[in-house]
């Protein structure tokens, strides 16, 4: 699987941006899929996931009731919807696709994804 993100960019505080993940290869119905995002100096953390048919989704205390993590199958491809953007969401964002159980011990660990997109920088000013 081949996973691309984009729609990265420089914000206000208080704007909005949505990321999209488009894969090719292989149907993304037969994953998991989850956004990371790392800031400088910062480790890799997990931001949000999704399950295989979209029916359940989950998310860092610190985005909640901010961000929206949605698919759409039929187009392979996996969104991320950032509202109330804050300077500290500033990152490189992430997706990637994992083949795992979805559970929040799996689907939070960055080392159970097996394929990653090469990320997309978002920066919000204060």
């Known amino acids: 699987v081949q996973l691309q993100a984009f729609g990265g960019g420089m914000v206000q505080a208080g704007g909005s941006l949505r990321l999209s993940c488009a894969a090719s290869g292989r149907t993304l119905s037969s994953y998991t899929m989850g956004w990371f995002r790392q800031a400088p100096g910062k480790e890799r953390e997990f931001v949000a996931a999704i399950r295989r048919n979209g029916d359940s989704t989950d998310y860092v205390d610190s985005v909640k009731g901010r961000f929206t993590i949605s698919r759409d199958n039929n187009k392979n491809t996996v969104y991320l919807q950032m509202n109330s953007l804050k300077p500290e969401d500033t990152a490189v964002y992430y997706c990637?696709?994992?083949?795992?159980?979805?559970?929040?011990?799996?689907?939070?660990?960055?080392?159970?994804?097996?394929?990653w997109g090469h990320g997309t920088l978002v920066t919000v000013s204060s």
């Open positions: 990637a696709a994992a083949p795992i159980y979805y559970s929040r011990s799996n689907y939070s660990t960055s080392s159970n994804y097996d394929y």
